[in-house]
């Protein structure tokens, strides 16, 4: 179609052929699509670069089909945008021909004819695959380091809180609690210097409990200062004061770090105020029994007081109701059987603890008694609580041990919290450590079921880089083995299975620079495991570090890939190149052997002609000069002169043979029935007559061996290889021409003929060359004449023949040629042969 | 008998054809295939002057040239070819001059007896 030919610019005018001149010059891809069914009907060299698709397979398709375009929202939303602005731009993925994919840069408008109505979309993709992949590493990068950094931090968070906490175990006054949490903080923080306050029942304001480094005044927050308060069950019992240099404030997380701090301050405060009022009731206690009920009743805090026997002398409710009674008052009247019936005891590893190794009793029995983390079971329902217990002593005046102070704080929420800062470093560490994602993301899973949920599902989408799978995890035990063999059943259930077993189920979307690969859920089999908005919290941190380390594998693998298909394509570049110096290098030799030739072959016809120039002259000169002709001088004179240009002419043939040769071109033999022995007796003879150093033999078996021959190229291969044995054996010796009769397969019958000399031969390792053209020995080269083609002509008419020769020769001993010529040749009737 | 001149050429017809040329002349003539007979020929006697065709078999021209002038001390040599770069030939086997083949016969004769009357 006429139609078809055109330029983008449509009407055939010279500026427009100009323009499409221009457009075929540019490295873009440019490419014009109909607006109404998006088939292609211009498609410039660039574009054919880019995909490897020709205009000719181009026109006529639908570009987006063509191409298998991916569009960054969706095809609708491009041409929307087009028909609204008339113009379009961004990045789309396009296959080439050869199945690979690259990234353009598009940039797309409508063309309007005269009265506005849109004709054709002018397309024009700039390739900026290296780019994105060069992008794509370089997201990947600042990624994981981001990744490794918070994973770093949350781990050095992590140890901060355990120092601090331990420490603050032994801290008994809140003086000393004060001095503790200052030191640590100021330091922690780079702060220029710091206080802690607390704020005594009745009073208008805090009072120092310590301060470290600049005094600060009471001129209240400033805006380099934080402040902190410590808070436990709702009091406020204090604050913590820092104060930073120039206007420095904190980061969020650094902020989050201090408030967990204050909460460890605020706790440890509260312990410290508990045992000075458990120590200064001591002395009037059965006095005032009902007093002290009153103060440690309204405490968050489990406390029971021992006497020196080990007896429990005091519980308050919340001591009580850790260990299964309604009151203190149950707990203090129940025997120590039925005490221990209604719990039970586990260290910090979940191992069956002795009330013996509570510190309390440690400390009656005079040893050491450090702080310690249990558990305490209820054995109704199974449901556990962590504690810290902190036993104090209490000694009369004389140092006599009088009571034992235990408290013990539930720690279950903030074991909780501490478990979940953990599980996110380690499912950082997990992600950024291995290689393979999937992998990554089934620790995570594992991860996540050993510390937070009974059970943990990873469902990824598909298409972004990923096949749609289910990758999950499910807490070994009991409780979870109804759901373990529903899942177990296959994927198709999942959703059933999760629906009829789990109580609880939280989910959030795995989303990463704006792409979703799917969701990850965390679940719960049991009532006893809370999945509340702190879990909630984690699942979508979990779910957002597991989507980031999918999109950096994917981003990874992909600029990886790319790098390898551009080291296929740099390889087979290098090869090409190759191939082709060595086809320079192959022409070249080529060229250099036939300028030789040519300059061999000028030498050889030059020759006969300055014979025939010579006795032509010299005959002439004669018949000047004599009164009497003399008719038999004339006579041999003319008889040279046509011996020579006979020559001349056989040289002449010789070379178009060559010529014919190095065209490829059969030749065409002039057959008629030659005889072998008379022919290789007759060039002896005339060689024989050349030389006086050389003895020339011919061995016949048979008198006559005729065949349906082309006798005038035999006579030439015959007399090249009498020739050449002459010429190397230069000392001169025997040259023997055998020529013989012998049966081949088949009944077929061969004429053969052996040319052996005695002269320097040939080196082994060219033997197999040197019936190529041009090609000649490396012993000889430079030394003696020659073109180096009678032998790939002696082939090449033996050939024809249906003949071979062939050669064996040892160096300084002297070579043998075999002729081998068939008898009855295909194609000649055996009539014309024995005429 | 006049001087003796040397003729060495592979060619049998042009060297028949130099050979009565110069007979006809009235110079005593010597003939030579190849390079090894043109020295076994000047071994027997002394040549006046050397026709030498450069492209030889078995010794070229140049060799030949080296082992008379080694011999014999100054022999006017008149090279003879049939490829190109004649004169660069000439140079370098040292003749007096040089004819490129195919050649006049008047010029070859008068080559000669310069080279002999002007040693």
């Known amino acids: ?835 | 008998m006049g001087p003796r001149v040397l003729v060495v050429d592979d060619d049998p017809d042009m060297r028949l054809a130099m050979h009565e040329v110069l007979i006809d002349e009235g110079l005593d003539v010597e003939v030579a295939a190849d390079g090894r007979e043109a020295l076994d020929r000047a071994r027997t006697r002394r040549p006046a002057l050397v026709i030498l065709d450069i492209t030889l078999p078995v010794l070229d021209g140049f060799t030949v040239a080296d082992e008379l002038r080694l011999r014999f001390g100054l022999v006017p040599i008149l090279a003879v070819t049939a490829d190109g770069r004649a004169a660069y030939k000439a140079r370098r086997v040292g003749a007096y001059a040089y004819l490129r083949k195919p050649f006049e016969l008047e010029t070859l004769v008068s080559l000669v007896k310069r080279g002999l009357a002007d040693p």
């Open chain 1, 1 to 835: 179609m006429a139609t078809d030919e055109r330029g983008p610019a449509g009407d055939g005018t010279p500026d427009a052929a100009r323009l499409s001149e221009l457009l075929e010059l540019t490295q873009d891809a440019i490419l014009v699509r109909e607006v109404a069914t998006s088939v292609v009907t211009y498609w410039n060299r660039g574009a054919q670069r880019l995909y490897g698709w020709t205009r000719e397979q181009a026109r006529g398709r639908v570009t987006h089909e063509l191409l298998a375009t991916r569009f960054p929202v969706s095809r609708e939303a491009v041409d929307a945008s087009l028909v609204q602005d008339g113009f379009w731009e961004g990045e789309l993925i396009h296959r080439r021909r050869d199945g690979s994919h690259v990234v353009v840069a598009s940039r797309q408008a409508i063309q309007r004819d005269a009265s506005g109505t849109p004709q054709a979309i002018l397309e024009i993709n700039t390739d900026i695959t290296e780019r994105k992949a060069a992008e794509a590493e370089h997201l990947r990068l600042a990624a994981e380091q981001r990744a490794r950094q918070l994973a770093e931090r949350a781990l050095d968070r992590l140890a901060r809180l355990q120092r601090l906490t331990g420490a603050l175990s032994q801290a008994l006054t809140p003086a000393e609690v004060g001095s503790l949490v200052i030191e640590h903080v100021v330091s922690a923080f780079g702060a220029r210097g710091g206080a802690v306050r607390a704020v005594a029942p009745g009073s208008n304001g805090p009072r120092g409990l310590a301060a470290r480094g600049e005094a600060l005044g009471d001129n209240g927050p400033a805006a380099d200062t934080a402040v902190v308060p410590l808070i436990v069950d709702g009091r406020v019992l204090g604050e913590i004061v820092l104060r930073f240099d120039g206007g420095r404030t904190l980061e969020r997380e650094d902020r989050e770090l201090l408030e967990v701090l204050a909460s460890q301050c605020a706790q440890a405060l509260e312990r410290a105020r508990l045992y000075e009022l458990a120590v200064s009731a001591h002395e009037d206690l059965r006095r005032s029994r009902d007093q002290l009920a009153a103060i440690l009743g309204g405490v968050a805090e489990g406390v029971t007081v021992q006497d020196a026997q080990g007896k429990l002398v005091y519980a308050n409710d919340v001591a009580a109701r850790l260990c299964g009674f309604e009151s203190g008052e149950a707990l203090l009247g129940a025997t120590g059987e039925e005490v221990l019936r209604r719990f039970s005891l586990f260290d910090e590893d979940g191992r069956p603890l002795s009330t013996e190794h509570l510190p309390g009793r440690q400390l009656l029995r005079g040893l050491e008694a450090p702080e310690l983390v249990i558990q305490v079971g209820d054995p109704l329902t199974g449901a556990c609580r962590w504690s810290i217990v902190n036993s104090a002593v209490v000694r009369d005046a004389e140092g006599q041990l009088q009571l034992v102070v235990n408290i013990f704080r539930d720690i279950t929420e903030r074991k909780r919290q501490t478990d979940v800062a953990a599980l996110l470093a380690a499912a950082s560490r997990a992600l950024s450590e291995t290689l393979d994602p999937l992998a990554g993301v089934q620790r995570v899973a594992d991860l996540a079921v050993v510390s937070v949920a009974d059970y943990c599902a990873v469902d990824l989408l598909g298409g972004v880089g990923y096949s749609a799978q289910r990758v999950c995890s499910i807490r070994p035990g009991e409780e979870t083995r109804a759901l373990a063999d529903a899942l177990g059943t296959g994927d198709p259930v999942a959703g059933e299975a999760e629906a009829a077993h789990l109580v609880a189920r939280l989910s959030a979307p795995l989303r990463a620079r704006g792409q979703t690969f799917g969701t990850l859920s965390l679940g719960a089999v049991s009532a006893g495991r809370r999945l509340g908005p702190a879990e909630q919290t984690l699942v979508e941190d979990l779910a957002a570090r597991t989507a980031l380390a999918l999109d950096n594998a994917r981003l990874y693998r992909e600029a990886h890939e790319h790098a390898e298909h551009q080291a296929t394509l740099n390889a087979a570049l290098r090869e090409t190149i190759a191939e082709r110096d060595r086809a320079l290098e192959d022409l070249r030799q080529a060229l250099r052997t036939r300028d030789e030739f040519l300059a061999s072959a000028s030498h050889d016809l030059k020759n006969p002609l300055a014979s025939i120039k010579a006795t032509a002259q010299l005959l002439r000169r004669r018949l000047d000069r004599a009164e009497t002709v003399d008719v038999a001088r004339l006579m041999e004179g003319l008889r040279r002169l046509d011996a020579i240009a006979t020559r001349a002419a056989g040289l002449v043939e010789e070379l178009l043979d060559l010529a014919r040769m190095q065209m490829g071109r059969p030749l065409d033999l002039e057959r008629a029935p030659t005889d072998l022995v008379a022919l290789v007796r007759e060039i002896a003879a005339e060689q024989q007559q050349g030389t006086e150093r050389h003895v020339l033999a011919v061995e016949a078996d048979e008198p006559a061996v005729v065949g349906a021959w082309d006798a005038g190229r035999l006579a030439r291969v015959l007399t090249n290889l009498v020739d050449n044995a002459l010429k190397y054996s230069p000392g001169g010796g025997r040259v023997s021409i055998a020529v013989r009769r012998a049966a081949g397969d088949s009944g077929q019958e061969w004429a053969t003929v052996d040319v052996r000399d005695e002269g320097m031969g040939i080196p082994s390792a060219e033997l197999d060359r040197i019936f190529d053209r041009f090609h000649r020995a490396s012993n000889v080269e430079g030394r003696i004449s020659g073109t180096g083609i009678g032998l790939a002509s002696a082939r090449h008419i033996l050939e024809s023949h249906g003949g071979s020769i062939s050669v064996s020769s040892q160096e300084g001993m002297g070579s043998v040629f075999t002729v081998r010529l068939p008898l009855q040749a295909a194609g000649v009737d055996a009539e014309g042969a024995s005429t």
